[in-house]
């Protein structure tokens, strides 16, 4: 077993599958059924966010909250297509805000549609997917979720 302590050889990291990481922390990427996103809800008046939270602003309780599966259909509240972004980044692309029937809001890419006002519009009904964007330091995926129209 040649090589450097701590290090893995090409040969048996080829062996290995590859990781799905989630590139936000409330993106589950289960083994069985489909990616989706996790809410906190309040279990003193029900409110539900999209990221943990210690204190609920609604009721204004420290807690506790449970986590619970988002929809992951939702309705295009407000949009912007982006034509200047960072080098390396092609333009141009839409970017948005989906409410979900929970009563969060996503912000989020809008992919599988033409950046195009004529092609968007406030209210249309979107639903949400993944794909891989990146890959980690060690080889695994990294997964991002996005939401694209329903088709009809």
Known sequence: MGGRPGRVSA?????EPRARRPIVPFLRLPERGEPHLVGQRCK?????????????SRCFAQGPFEEIPLS??????VYSIVHQSSPGVPVPYVVGVVDLPEGVAVRCNIIDVAPDPARLRFGMPVEM???VSQQDREGNDVVAFYFRPVER
């Not at 040969?11 to 062996?15: D, E, K, R, V």
């Not at 992951?72 to 509240?77: I, K, Y």
């Open 44 to 56: 003193g008046c029900g409110a539900v966010y999209l990221s943990s939270r210690r204190a609920c």
């Open 11 to 15: 040969s048996s990291s080829s062996l």
């Open 72 to 77: 992951r259909r939702g309705a295009l509240w």
């Open 129 to 131: 997917t993944t794909a």
